[in-house]
Nanobody, 127 residues
Framework: QVQLVESGGGLVQAGGSLRLSCTAS????????MGWFRQAPGKEREFVAA????????YYTDSAKGRFTISRDNAKNTVYLQMNSLKHEDTAVYYC????????????????????WGQGTQVTVSS
Protein backbone atom coordinates (compact mmCIF):
# COMPACT_ATOMS: atom_id res chain seq x y z
CA GLN A 1 0.00 0.00 0.00
CA VAL A 2 1.26 3.43 -0.94
CA GLN A 3 1.57 5.98 1.85
CA LEU A 4 1.36 9.56 0.70
CA VAL A 5 2.53 12.73 2.42
CA GLU A 6 1.73 16.17 1.03
CA SER A 7 3.60 19.38 1.72
CA GLY A 8 3.96 22.88 0.31
CA GLY A 9 0.67 24.45 1.22
CA GLY A 10 0.38 27.84 2.81
CA LEU A 11 -1.01 31.35 2.59
CA VAL A 12 -0.48 33.27 -0.63
CA GLN A 13 -1.92 36.40 -2.19
CA ALA A 14 -4.11 36.18 -5.25
CA GLY A 15 -1.95 35.99 -8.35
CA GLY A 16 0.82 34.20 -6.50
CA SER A 17 2.19 30.69 -6.86
CA LEU A 18 2.68 27.58 -4.77
CA ARG A 19 4.16 24.18 -5.49
CA LEU A 20 2.67 21.24 -3.69
CA SER A 21 4.62 18.04 -3.24
CA CYS A 22 3.44 14.54 -2.51
CA THR A 23 5.99 11.94 -1.52
CA ALA A 24 5.13 8.26 -1.67
CA SER A 25 6.54 5.50 0.47
CA UNK A 26 6.12 2.84 -2.16
CA UNK A 27 9.22 2.06 -4.17
CA UNK A 28 7.02 1.00 -7.08
CA UNK A 29 5.53 4.50 -7.14
CA UNK A 30 6.25 4.80 -10.84
CA UNK A 31 3.65 2.11 -11.54
CA UNK A 32 0.78 4.21 -10.15
CA UNK A 33 -1.36 6.85 -11.73
CA MET A 34 -1.54 9.87 -9.42
CA GLY A 35 -4.12 12.54 -8.84
CA TRP A 36 -4.59 15.80 -6.99
CA PHE A 37 -7.92 16.70 -5.46
CA ARG A 38 -9.13 19.53 -3.27
CA GLN A 39 -11.89 20.15 -0.81
CA ALA A 40 -13.14 23.55 0.25
CA PRO A 41 -15.19 24.02 3.43
CA GLY A 42 -18.74 22.83 2.97
CA LYS A 43 -18.03 21.38 -0.46
CA GLU A 44 -17.36 17.94 -1.85
CA ARG A 45 -13.88 16.80 -2.72
CA GLU A 46 -13.20 17.62 -6.37
CA PHE A 47 -10.73 16.60 -9.02
CA VAL A 48 -7.90 18.97 -9.89
CA ALA A 49 -5.31 17.10 -11.96
CA ALA A 50 -4.01 13.62 -12.70
CA UNK A 51 -1.68 11.68 -14.92
CA UNK A 52 -1.65 8.11 -16.09
CA UNK A 53 0.78 5.67 -14.53
CA UNK A 54 3.10 5.92 -17.54
CA UNK A 55 2.88 9.69 -17.40
CA UNK A 56 1.84 9.75 -21.03
CA UNK A 57 -1.40 11.62 -20.43
CA UNK A 58 -2.40 14.37 -18.04
CA TYR A 59 -5.82 15.63 -17.08
CA TYR A 60 -6.97 18.90 -15.52
CA THR A 61 -10.20 20.34 -14.33
CA ASP A 62 -11.24 23.31 -16.45
CA SER A 63 -10.42 25.82 -13.74
CA ALA A 64 -6.87 24.50 -13.47
CA LYS A 65 -6.02 24.41 -17.16
CA GLY A 66 -3.36 26.92 -18.05
CA ARG A 67 -2.57 27.67 -14.41
CA PHE A 68 -1.68 24.35 -12.76
CA THR A 69 0.83 21.74 -13.85
CA ILE A 70 1.10 18.20 -12.52
CA SER A 71 4.42 16.43 -12.78
CA ARG A 72 6.35 13.61 -11.16
CA ASP A 73 9.89 12.65 -10.30
CA ASN A 74 10.02 8.87 -10.05
CA ALA A 75 13.55 8.94 -8.70
CA LYS A 76 12.25 10.88 -5.70
CA ASN A 77 8.89 9.07 -5.48
CA THR A 78 7.29 12.49 -5.64
CA VAL A 79 4.46 14.10 -7.58
CA TYR A 80 4.12 17.86 -7.79
CA LEU A 81 1.35 20.34 -8.43
CA GLN A 82 2.65 23.70 -9.57
CA MET A 83 -0.05 26.29 -9.09
CA ASN A 84 0.27 29.72 -10.70
CA SER A 85 -2.05 32.71 -10.90
CA LEU A 86 -3.84 31.54 -7.80
CA LYS A 87 -7.33 32.79 -7.12
CA HIS A 88 -9.32 33.07 -3.91
CA GLU A 89 -11.55 30.25 -5.12
CA ASP A 90 -8.52 27.92 -5.15
CA THR A 91 -8.57 27.99 -1.36
CA ALA A 92 -9.00 24.41 -0.12
CA VAL A 93 -7.27 21.44 1.41
CA TYR A 94 -5.36 19.70 -1.35
CA TYR A 95 -4.90 15.94 -1.38
CA CYS A 96 -2.82 13.65 -3.52
CA UNK A 97 -4.11 10.18 -4.19
CA UNK A 98 -3.28 6.92 -5.87
CA UNK A 99 -5.44 4.06 -7.14
CA UNK A 100 -5.51 0.85 -5.15
CA UNK A 101 -3.62 -1.09 -7.76
CA UNK A 102 -0.69 -0.25 -10.00
CA UNK A 103 -1.04 0.11 -13.75
CA UNK A 104 -4.62 1.36 -13.39
CA UNK A 105 -5.75 4.39 -15.37
CA UNK A 106 -9.46 3.83 -14.83
CA UNK A 107 -11.66 6.87 -14.26
CA UNK A 108 -8.84 9.05 -12.96
CA UNK A 109 -11.15 12.06 -12.66
CA UNK A 110 -13.32 10.30 -10.08
CA UNK A 111 -12.71 10.36 -6.33
CA UNK A 112 -13.96 6.79 -6.09
CA UNK A 113 -11.14 5.55 -8.32
CA UNK A 114 -8.55 6.29 -5.65
CA UNK A 115 -7.97 4.22 -2.55
CA UNK A 116 -4.86 5.79 -1.09
CA TRP A 117 -4.86 9.37 0.12
CA GLY A 118 -2.50 11.71 1.83
CA GLN A 119 -3.45 13.75 4.87
CA GLY A 120 -3.91 16.94 2.87
CA THR A 121 -2.23 20.33 2.85
CA GLN A 122 -4.06 23.64 3.29
CA VAL A 123 -3.85 26.25 0.56
CA THR A 124 -5.27 29.66 1.38
CA VAL A 125 -5.38 32.41 -1.23
CA SER A 126 -6.12 35.87 0.06
CA SER A 127 -7.99 38.21 -2.22
Amino acid sequence: QVQLVESGGGLVQAGGSLRLSCTASERTFSRYAMGWFRQAPGKEREFVAAFTWSGGSTYYTDSAKGRFTISRDNAKNTVYLQMNSLKHEDTAVYYCAAPGTPFSNRNLLQVASYEQWGQGTQVTVSS
